[in-house]
């Protein structure tokens, strides 16, 4: 039984990996193989790439070549996969805001942008609840940011805001409490989250396909066409799977801190300090004492 549900979940995991990673890959590779051929100035000659093609298998060891040929376009997708998959962190810290070097500049000065802005729409707000005309302003403030913006993208205030909302409303710091909350979460809403969570990180690993082809660009302007389109469609899905994410995580703190307090409060919860040592030894099961 252990076995079957081995092997079904790696089958999975194979399938969703293949999707991800290998086949964009494959496609990426025939396109930077195409590009390279053609060039700048023969951009969309296909009659000089179905000749340069034919060119590879045109002597008696065709099939060789074809093989060596298929074997090495594997190779290409797989890099370029993993090369995606790598160009996805540094994606997903530029879309959240984390700009190094020379970029902290502005950065900040977006920062400081976002905040005085934030800060005005704020005040006007809070005139508008004194003379209870509240309206469409609470909304306008909103768009700039939940909370008063620590970063300079949207993206990244969203993501921080489920921590600054939580501290703020129940004076609990969400980024101890979180796995402690994680574990006792139920399937119900660990499913939605780590779906979420999916798509947040397949938005993002769009973004390292974009950089790759924006890179193609260099020697096939075609490329630097389609990492454009690329990079317009993930930063428009990763916007939304952060708003999507930051949401459920919220909600489900809210939804399941009652639970957490309940395990956790010193004044009920059965396990005492004296309790560690006896407890770790039978964990152990006397491997301890073994290895002694």
């Known amino acids: ?3 079957g549900l081995a092997t079904d979940v790696g089958r999975r995991l194979a399938e969703r990996w293949a999707a991800a990673v290998v086949l964009p890959g ?3 590779t025939a396109l930077a193989a195409a590009g390279a051929t053609l060039g700048q100035r023969h951009w969309s000659d296909l009659d000089l790439l179905r000749h340069r093609l034919r060119a590879l298998t045109a002597d008696g060891s065709g099939s060789t070549r074809t093989a060596v040929l298929l074997l090495g376009v594997l190779a290409a997708s797989f890099a370029s996969g993993l090369l995606a998959e790598a160009l996805k962190e540094p994606y997903e810290g530029a879309l959240m805001g984390s700009w190094p070097g020379p970029l902290g500049r502005v950065a900040g000065a977006l ?3 976002r905040r005085r802005l934030w800060d ?6 809070r005139e508008a609840r004194e003379a209870g005309e509240l309206g469409p302003l609470e909304a306008a403030r909103n ?3 939940l909370v008063r913006p620590q970063c300079p993208t949207w993206a990244g205030d969203r993501l921080r805001a489920p921590a600054a909302r939580i501290r703020l409303e129940y004076r609990l ?3 101890e409490a979180w796995p402690r909350l994680w574990l006792l979460l139920p399937d119900s809403t660990r499913q939605p989250l780590t779906e979420s969570r999916r798509r947040l990180d397949e938005a993002m690993r769009l973004g390292g396909w974009a950089v790759l082809y924006l890179l193609l660009g260099a020697v096939w302007w075609p490329g630097a066409a389609a990492g454009a389109g690329a990079a317009l469609v993930a930063w428009r899905r990763g916007r939304e799977r952060a708003e999507e ?5 919220e909600s489900a703190v809210d939804v399941h801190l009652p639970e957490l307090y309940e395990r956790f ?6 396990v005492r300090a004296g309790l560690g040592p006896a407890v770790t030894e039978r964990f152990r099961k006397g491997a301890g004492a073994r290895r002694g």
């Not at 005005?120 to 707000?125: G, L, S, V, Y």
């Not at 994410?245 to 995580?249: C, G, I, M, S």
Request: with cysteine; net charge negative; hydrophobic share 45%.
């Open 265 to 270: 409060d010193e004044e009920s919860r059965p």
């Open 111 to 113: 920062t400081e942008r």
């Open 26 to 28: 494959l496609v990426f």
């Open 173 to 175: 710091e969400l980024a």
């Open 245 to 249: 994410y930051a949401e459920l995580v």
């Open 120 to 125: 005005a729409r704020d005040r006007a707000c």
């Open 143 to 145: 768009d700039v940011a």
């Open 1 to 3: 039984m252990l076995t």
